[in-house]
């Protein structure tokens, strides 16, 4: 079969997938988990550790470092709300590489928070590259706080190939 006439990888159960939202995953945002986050990227302000410098600095609570966006309440009865990742292309490709995370920050997150997150597929595209094909799958994750109010969007690229 020629490049030209050969099937997408795409598939129209993954087109299809385009859009639908995951259910939603609750994370809180405790005070031991923000200085432990920070302590280990070794963020050294001690905003990340002290109630009184944060506040001093104008936070509620202790923030939430960057790239940390709480951690998700586990409940033994019920499957991972997380997209299980992409479904499935035509054609094999075995290889998995994280493309990317970037995270859009909208307000402060600080410790007492309870985040509720929701992830879709945004896009999925395939690609030739220098290794061969590539499926190149981007998620976008809205995280809420307990007001309901969006105070973060990540989005994430992985790349099949």
């Known amino acids: 079969?020629?490049?030209?006439?050969?099937?997408?990888?795409?598939?129209?159960?993954?087109?299809?997938?385009?859009?639908?939202?995951?259910?939603?995953?609750?994370?809180?945002?405790?005070?031991?988990?923000?200085?432990?986050?920070?302590?280990?990227?070794?963020?050294?302000?001690?905003?990340?550790?002290?109630?009184?410098?944060?506040?001093?600095?104008?936070?509620?609570?202790?923030?939430?470092?960057?790239?940390?966006?709480?951690?998700?309440?586990?409940?033994?009865?019920?499957?991972?709300?997380?997209?299980?990742?992409v479904l499935e292309p035509s054609r094999p490709l075995k290889r998995v590489l994280n493309g990317g995370t970037d995270i859009e920050y909208l307000t402060d997150i600080c410790a007492g928070d309870i985040?509720?997150?929701?992830?879709?597929?945004?896009s999925i595209e395939e690609r030739k590259g220098r290794l061969g094909e590539m499926l190149i799958t981007t998620t976008k994750t809205t995280y809420r706080n307990q007001d309901g109010e969006v105070v973060a969007i990540m989005t994430g690229t992985g790349i099949r190939y």
């Open 1 to 85: 079969m020629s490049d030209e006439t050969q099937e997408s990888l795409i598939t129209d159960e993954m087109r299809a997938s385009i859009g639908r939202e995951s259910e939603p995953t609750t994370l809180e945002v405790d005070k031991t988990s923000v200085r432990m986050f920070a302590r280990s990227v070794g963020y050294t302000d001690p905003v990340y550790y002290d109630e009184a410098a944060a506040q001093a600095a104008g936070y509620r609570s202790l923030p939430a470092p960057p790239g940390y966006l709480g951690t998700p309440v586990f409940n033994p009865n019920k499957r991972s709300a997380r997209p299980q990742g």
């Open 115 to 122: 985040l509720t997150s929701i992830s879709a597929v945004a």
